[in-house]
């Protein structure tokens, strides 16, 4: 059976492939030729393939947003991925997979496809040909990483001239700026299948980063972990204060663009003189990404950025907005105004004090109300939390959105089950339901809501097109008919269960409106038993 396989690559790869394809008998089937990377995880759900060719294009970014589509849409085809490092040369990675055959299978298909034109070399640790040339890049990285992390954990001058003698670090003795991507909360959820297509795409996104330092006055490039890429710059040999600003403000507005995935958060310490001072700064990193949730849409994050738009909590406006909100909620959910208010008290409210605790304060006090009103058919809209949502980072526009999007989802049920608008009569119509069996009143139901009895009878006879007495009394019949359907139990039994205190009245009323005394519907209606 042929492995279906999405390729996206330049023409020139693409039609030697593709042809390869064509004229040879191959277990894989190159069902599509995607434009783009959104494109290839599109169509990779779509047709549910086994496999995705991607080459490696710039700005390294994109991949990163590829990575997370992918996870997103929970599907795990094999991945291969390879870059054109000369005009007949390339790198490639591919997925760790259990079964050796196939992945041999597929590398096979791949490098014979290009054979022609380029001489593929297979990036992965392990392989037997290439295992000393990679193994041994990867471990003269590995010791320069671990010298910047220890720069970062905080050293001494002496200490500091080491190490940039030890592995020729290309850092200034003094005068910093420390930049950090931080690209995921946490590791990719499949890092133990692509740890090499991501080490692949790593190093590229490394010089992106290093090609922007060197047009200034350089600096080096490294990950702390896997998801954390961090940027220490040299400062710039200039005397004058403005100029020097302008080089910062033109080098972060390109590290921006580099780094401008759909998961990143960037952030920018201060001015640090001393290479000791450097630990602080990667503290104040620690401090900073706290904010992540507030601030999604800030291009850099900075102590300067936080103190700018934060704002003391005004909790007498909290407050009255939280009592305006639930009070729609109980009374008319339907109103247009609500999703209004909920967007005003977490984005132009909640969201400037950047205080999580006053945020699930009111998140939860919302929930709490619209539980109490409208109890499983709210909790059955509440969203089931994704095991792939949370890789990622989120936002209170996101959270905001979400709790906007279940409410109405909420009145669309509740529209759904009534075929009605007006809130106050869908409740009159739950008290009914849930109390048809008491001795309830007009009085009752709108003392319960709240509002006068002949507001309610107006609204009630407006929307349903009968008085609310008469919907109780027609109610109670109906619960009868399916009472008299379905048990053998006498007929004041029944009375009782549907609110008549009196077996006489009962009978009357339910001839009046099914044209049957009741002896004669549960004769009618009730299943012949055979002996």
Request: glycine share 2%.
């Amino acid at each position: 059976m042929f492995s279906k396989v999405i390729l996206y690559a330049d023409d020139k790869i693409t039609n030697m492939i593709c042809n390869f394809y064509r004229t040879t008998n191959s277990d894989f089937s190159i069902f599509y030729v995607a434009d783009s990377y959104e494109n290839s995880v599109k169509k990779a759900v779509e047709l549910n393939a086994q496999a995705i060719i991607l080459e490696l294009k710039h700005p390294v970014y994109k991949v990163h947003n590829f990575f997370y589509d992918l996870a997103v849409s929970n599907i795990y085809p094999i991945l291969i991925i390879f870059n054109v490092v000369s005009e007949n040369q390339i790198v490639y990675s591919i997925t760790s997979y259990k079964d050796n055959s196939y992945i041999d299978k597929i590398k096979s298909f791949f490098t014979e496809a290009l054979i022609e034109n380029y001489t593929c070399h297979f990036n992965y640790i392990g392989e037997e040909i290439d295992y000393n040339l990679v193994m041994n890049f990867r471990i003269s990285k590995l010791e320069k990483t671990e010298y910047l992390k220890d720069i970062l954990r905080g050293v001494i001058k002496r200490e500091f001239l080491y190490y940039k003698r030890k592995v020729n670090l290309n850092l200034n003795d003094h005068g910093y700026y420390v930049y950090i991507c931080n690209l995921m909360e946490i590791e990719y959820s499949d890092h133990y299948l692509n740890k090499n297509i991501y080490y692949l795409n790593g190093e590229e996104f490394i010089k992106e980063c290093e090609e922007v330092l060197n047009e200034y006055s350089g600096g080096e490039v490294f990950y702390i972990n896997p998801n954390i890429l961090c940027i220490i710059i040299n400062d710039f040999s200039c005397t004058s204060i403005a100029v020097k600003q302008n080089k910062l403000f033109e080098l972060t507005r390109k590290l921006n663009n580099v780094t401008n995935s759909k998961t990143a958060f960037r952030y920018m310490s201060s001015y640090i003189k001393d290479i000791e001072n450097i630990r602080d700064a990667y503290e104040g990193f620690h401090c900073l990404k706290t904010y992540n949730f507030f601030c999604a849409e800030a291009k850099l994050l900075t102590q300067e950025y936080i103190n700018s738009i934060k704002k003391e909590i005004d909790y007498t406006l909290i407050d009255e907005t939280l009592k305006e909100i639930k009070e729609l909620i109980n009374y008319d959910i339907f109103n247009s105004k609500l999703n209004k208010f909920i967007q005003e008290l977490f984005l132009n409210v909640v969201k400037f004090t950047l205080d999580y605790n006053l945020y699930y304060y009111c998140h939860a006090s919302l929930s709490s109300t619209l539980v109490d009103k409208y109890g499983s058919l709210y909790k059955k809209i509440l969203p089931e939390s994704s095991p792939y949502r949370k890789v990622f980072s989120t936002s209170i526009e996101d959270k905001c959105c979400e709790f906007i999007h279940s409410v109405d989802q909420l009145k669309a049920e509740l529209s759904n089950k009534y075929m009605i608008k007006n809130s106050m009569v869908i409740q009159a119509l739950d008290f009914i339901h849930i109390h048809y069996m008491e001795d309830i009143t007009v009085n009752l139901i709108s003392s319960s809501l709240n509002i006068s009895n002949s507001y309610l009878s107006q609204i009630f006879k407006n929307e349903i097109g009968i008085s609310i007495i008469k919907y109780i009394i027609t109610y109670r019949i109906e619960k009868a008919k399916e009472f008299f359907s379905s048990s053998d139990e006498l007929i004041y039994s029944i009375a009782e269960k549907v609110g008549f205190s009196d077996e006489k009245h009962f009978s009357k009323t339910f001839k009046k409106i099914t044209g049957l005394t009741p002896m004669q519907y549960k004769k009618q209606n009730t299943k012949v038993k055979y002996v």
